[in-house]
């Protein structure tokens, strides 16, 4: 039933063309249909299509140097911005010691200065107690010279007024005080 | 016939009037009310427009390929006119076309250097094969500019020509003896598996190319012309409560055309990428 249903068929028609087989036309318009698209794209869309990605490419990697470029400006600002915070501390140490430094040398000259001028005027008042002593023992000697003289000028009923031997017995006299003086310094020592 | 046996040894009378009723589809019958036109394969062969006789006629057919490739340079054209490094959605859609090819298909397969240098014939085919194919559900055109053996043809035979020219400029010696001989095989053995060898690599392979297209591309226009003859005559032609049926055929009409832009993406692709393997296997060092 079939073949004969498939026989009526074809026997019915005109002879059925066969799919398999090309026409000349068929071929000949279908090359030119793929070479126009080939040419079209081999030497039109293609080559666009690369420019296209090396320019993304670029673009892509310039702005990731960008990126990185930026980056190191930044590392680069925080390590002087870094330094010259370190240095600043330093500045300021250094300050702060040679102002310690200043102060130490200012007390102790200030202390040296003290220590001269008590040395100074302690050096002073000796010297004038000592020339007031001087003065005093030699107005002393002299008026006592005198007044021993008078004494014993009243005494022995004699001049003694022979300056030489005046001199003399003076001298005599004092250095026997001033032995009889040190016998008894010593003697309380 | 193995059919007609199945169909006698079980429910005879059944089957044979299915097959009965499947055969009266597929080709043109009288019926009592009206005519129902079915599919026929004439319709691949319409008659010429232009230049009649000559190797320059132009049918139908001829046009609606012209119509492909316009398109085509169209949209390309307008998708690379002004490329910029930011795309635009046009442009954007544009290049995800092409970089499935380049990426997916090229240099997936060959690498970036061989993938640059057959990036041209491997585009062209995948987006011709394309346009070509996706005519078959355009309203208007409603064919396949692929579902006549020239573009099928053409192609493959530009992929055979490629992948040997690709062969033999690589290594002449390596091409054939990886074609032929393949290795790890003791030698009385390639008696036999040499003949196979070439038969599949030379005969085979453009052969398959063309078929696996065409007959996809004729039995889709084949079913979806189907589906909605079948429609037009049962809702016009019959009436009454066929118009149920004819909603029926009607929905299978559209999810098969739903199906045949699958198929068009598809057998585009495996075109394309039927051709970079062998490309790929023919410039390989070894197998």
């Given at each position: 039933?079939?073949?004969?249903?498939?026989?009526?068929?074809?026997?019915?028609?005109?002879?059925?063309?066969?799919?398999?087989?090309?026409?000349?036309?068929?071929?000949?318009?279908?090359?030119?249909?793929?070479?126009?698209?080939?040419?079209?794209?081999?030497?039109?869309?293609?080559?666009?299509?690369?420019?296209?990605?090396?320019?993304?490419?670029?673009?892509?990697?310039?702005?990731?140097?960008?990126?990185?470029?930026?980056?190191?400006?930044?590392?680069?600002?925080?390590?002087?911005?870094?330094?010259?915070?370190?240095?600043?501390?330093?500045?300021?140490?250094?300050?702060?010691?040679?102002?310690?430094?200043?102060?130490?040398?200012?007390?102790?000259?200030?202390?040296?200065?003290?220590?001269?001028?008590?040395?100074?005027?302690?050096?002073?008042?000796?010297?004038?107690?000592?020339?007031?002593?001087?003065?005093?023992?030699?107005?002393?000697?002299?008026?006592?010279?005198?007044?021993?003289?008078?004494?014993?000028?009243?005494?022995?009923?004699?001049?003694?007024?022979?300056?030489?031997?005046?001199?003399?017995?003076?001298?005599?006299?004092?250095?026997?005080?001033?032995?009889?003086?040190?016998?008894?310094?010593?003697?309380?020592? | 016939?193995?059919?007609?046996?199945?169909?006698?040894?079980?429910?005879?009378?059944?089957?044979?009037?299915?097959?009965?009723?499947?055969?009266?589809?597929?080709?043109?019958?009288?019926?009592?009310?009206?005519?129902?036109?079915?599919?026929?394969?004439?319709?691949?062969?319409?008659?010429?427009?232009?230049?009649?006789?000559?190797?320059?006629?132009?049918?139908?057919?001829?046009?609606?390929?012209?119509?492909?490739?316009?398109?085509?340079?169209?949209?390309?054209?307008?998708?690379?006119?002004?490329?910029?490094?930011?795309?635009?959605?046009?442009?954007?859609?544009?290049?995800?076309?092409?970089?499935?090819?380049?990426?997916?298909?090229?240099?997936?397969?060959?690498?970036?250097?061989?993938?640059?240098?057959?990036?041209?014939?491997?585009?062209?085919?995948?987006?011709?094969?394309?346009?070509?194919?996706?005519?078959?559900?355009?309203?208007?055109?409603?064919?396949?500019?692929?579902?006549?053996?020239?573009?099928?043809?053409?192609?493959?035979?530009?992929?055979?020509?490629?992948?040997?020219?690709?062969?033999?400029?690589?290594?002449?010696?390596?091409?054939?003896?990886?074609?032929?001989?393949?290795?790890?095989?003791?030698?009385?053995?390639?008696?036999?598996?040499?003949?196979?060898?070439?038969?599949?690599?030379?005969?085979?392979?453009?052969?398959t190319l063309t078929l696996r297209l065409m007959m996809n591309m004729i039995v889709g226009h084949l079913l979806l012309v189907l589906f909605f003859a079948a429609t037009q005559f049962f809702v016009f032609n019959l009436g009454g409560w066929y118009t149920l049926l004819g909603a029926g055929t009607l929905a299978f009409g559209l999810a098969f055309t739903l199906f045949?832009?699958?198929?068009?993406?598809?057998?585009?692709?495996?075109?394309?990428?039927?051709?970079?393997?062998?490309?790929?296997?023919?410039?390989?060092?070894?197998?």
């Open positions: 039933m079939l073949h004969a249903v498939l026989r009526a068929a074809t026997e019915g028609g005109e002879a059925t063309p066969n799919p398999v087989l090309p026409e000349s036309y068929d071929l000949i318009w279908s090359t030119v249909c793929f070479v126009i698209i080939l040419i079209f794209f081999w030497r039109y869309v293609l080559p666009r299509m690369q420019t296209l990605l090396d320019e993304r490419a670029e673009a892509i990697e310039g702005n990731i140097a960008k990126a990185d470029e930026a980056q190191r400006k930044a590392e680069a600002a925080l390590e002087e911005y870094t330094a010259q915070l370190a240095d600043a501390r330093a500045e300021a140490g250094r300050i702060r010691e040679a102002a310690r430094e200043d102060g130490k040398k200012i007390v102790a000259e200030a202390k040296d200065q003290a220590t001269t001028e008590a040395a100074r005027v302690t050096a002073s008042a000796q010297a004038q107690i000592e020339a007031e002593r001087q003065s005093a023992l030699v107005s002393l000697r002299s008026e006592v010279g005198t007044i021993a003289i008078d004494l014993a000028s009243g005494v022995i009923g004699e001049s003694l007024s022979d300056d030489a031997k005046a001199k003399a017995v003076v001298d005599r006299f004092l250095a026997d005080l001033e032995a009889s003086e040190q016998a008894a310094a010593g003697g309380k020592k | 016939m193995f059919v007609d046996a199945r169909a006698s040894l079980h429910a005879p009378k059944q089957e044979i009037a299915l097959l009965a009723n499947a055969v009266n589809l597929l080709v043109p019958i009288s019926t009592d009310d009206g005519e129902f036109h079915g599919p026929s394969i004439l319709e691949f062969f319409p008659g010429p427009l232009l230049f009649e006789g000559t190797d320059f006629e132009v049918n139908r057919i001829i046009l609606v390929r012209w119509v492909a490739v316009l398109a085509l340079l169209l949209v390309f054209w307008l998708g690379t006119r002004r490329m910029r490094v930011v795309p635009g959605r046009f442009q954007s859609l544009v290049e995800m076309g092409l970089d499935l090819v380049r990426v997916n298909i090229a240099d997936d397969l060959l690498g970036k250097k061989d993938g640059k240098r057959f990036l041209p014939i491997l585009t062209t085919i995948f987006f011709l094969v394309l346009f070509m194919n996706i005519t078959g559900v355009i309203p208007g055109l409603n064919i396949a500019g692929t579902s006549v053996i020239g573009v099928p043809l053409v192609l493959a035979i530009v992929a055979y020509i490629t992948f040997i020219y690709a062969g033999i400029k690589k290594s002449p010696k390596n091409f054939f003896k990886n074609s032929l001989f393949p290795s790890g095989v003791p030698w009385p053995v390639y008696i036999i598996v040499t003949p196979i060898e070439f038969i599949s690599t030379f005969i085979i392979r453009p052969i045949e832009i699958l198929v068009a993406v598809l057998q585009a692709y495996v075109f394309a990428l039927l051709t970079a393997v062998y490309i790929q296997l023919a410039v390989a060092e070894e197998h």
